[in-house]
């Protein structure tokens, strides 16, 4: 019987019907971003779609239209846990339907990670934007718990699946006023653009600040050659309280 990672963020923090969430993914999508058919990976934020799916639109529509394999990068919230894990299902289940694992890549992975599977909303939430965006494509969830090794996970990416498109799954600053939001939030895009990980270890905010890291060294053994910003929005954008807000920003890496 197939392993199958049932949804349980639906219905809070995305549409639970299957029709109304394909036309809020698609309005996402919908947008007058370039394509950059070579970069090899994204950072997007994952908070409930009526905040930041707008910025997360921004970073999927300009990625890649053909990729067979994306690895999605996500922080833990809710379960505590030291490092690494890959989700070695056979599936992820959204709305929309299954979403297929790579299973020879998360196999290879789990010899040198931890493998237990859990409901992560960081993760579930960008799940709908890989089944619009790349239908036929295969995913490798990795979930990163309490001081990973950020270094190794990248090896681990380009030994495996160094063609993968790999997604970076982080907000940024919390609950902040909006100015202040927007000065520390400012700090850590401009780490991204550098292209260096060793300034994202820094006293940066970002709950996927080690998403981003790994990603930033998958590109230096990619040989990136630039990081560019794409969309930045809080949740005041979207009606929230301005004197407490949240940094959502997408960004890609050619």
């Given at each position: 019987?197939?392993?199958?990672?049932?949804?349980?963020?639906?219905?809070?923090?995305?549409?639970?019907?299957?029709l109304?969430?394909?036309?809020?993914?698609?309005?996402?999508?919908?947008?007058?971003?370039?394509?950059?058919?070579?970069?090899?990976?994204?950072?997007?934020?994952?908070?409930?779609?009526?905040?930041?799916?707008?910025?997360?639109?921004?970073?999927?529509?300009?990625?890649?239209?053909?990729?067979?394999?994306?690895?999605?990068?996500?922080?833990?919230?809710?379960?505590?846990?030291?490092?690494?894990?890959?989700?070695?299902?056979?599936?992820?289940?959204?709305?929309?339907?299954?979403?297929?694992?790579?299973?020879q890549?998360?196999?290879?992975?789990?010899?040198?990670?931890?493998?237990?599977?859990?409901?992560?909303?960081?993760?579930?939430?960008?799940?709908?934007?890989?089944?619009?965006?790349?239908?036929?494509?295969?995913?490798?969830?990795?979930?990163l718990?309490?001081?990973?090794?950020?270094?190794?996970?990248?090896?681990?990416?380009?030994?495996?699946?160094?063609?993968?498109?790999?997604?970076?799954?982080?907000?940024?600053?919390?609950f902040?006023?909006?100015?202040?939001?927007?000065?520390?939030?400012?700090?850590?895009?401009?780490?991204?653009?550098?292209?260096s990980?060793?300034?994202?270890?820094?006293?940066?905010?970002?709950?996927?600040?080690?998403?981003?890291?790994?990603?930033?060294?998958?590109?230096?053994?990619?040989?990136?050659?630039?990081?560019?910003?794409?969309?930045?929005?809080?949740?005041?954008?979207?009606?929230?309280?301005?004197?407490?807000?949240?940094?959502?920003?997408?960004?890609?890496?050619?």
């Open positions: 019987m197939d392993n199958v990672l049932k949804p349980k963020f639906a219905g809070s923090f995305y549409p639970s019907d299957p109304t969430l394909e036309v809020t993914v698609k309005q996402y999508l919908d947008n007058d971003s370039i394509i950059y058919e070579d970069a090899i990976g994204m950072v997007v934020p994952h908070a409930g779609y009526v905040y930041s799916g707008k910025t997360a639109g921004y970073g999927f529509s300009s990625a890649p239209t053909k990729k067979s394999t994306i690895v999605i990068i996500a922080p833990s919230h809710k379960f505590p846990f030291r490092g690494e894990t890959v989700f070695n299902s056979d599936f992820l289940e959204t709305p929309l339907g299954v979403c297929p694992i790579n299973k890549v998360t196999k290879a992975l789990a010899t040198e990670m931890e493998t237990f599977v859990f409901n992560e909303h960081s993760l579930e939430v960008l799940i709908p934007f890989v089944q619009i965006k790349w239908p036929e494509a295969e995913i490798v969830p990795i979930v718990g309490i001081e990973p090794d950020c270094e190794k996970v990248a090896g681990l990416l380009h030994k495996y699946v160094p063609d993968a498109f790999v997604i970076a799954s982080s907000d940024l600053s919390h902040y006023p909006q100015n202040v939001a927007e000065r520390i939030d400012r700090l850590t895009i401009n780490a991204f653009l550098s292209l990980a060793e300034k994202l270890k820094k006293n940066l905010e970002a709950c996927g600040k080690t998403a981003i890291q790994i990603l930033l060294l998958f590109a230096e053994l990619s040989n990136a050659s630039k990081a560019i910003e794409l969309d930045y929005s809080t949740s005041a954008a979207a009606g929230g309280d301005k004197e407490s807000v949240v940094g959502y920003f997408s960004g890609i890496v050619v």
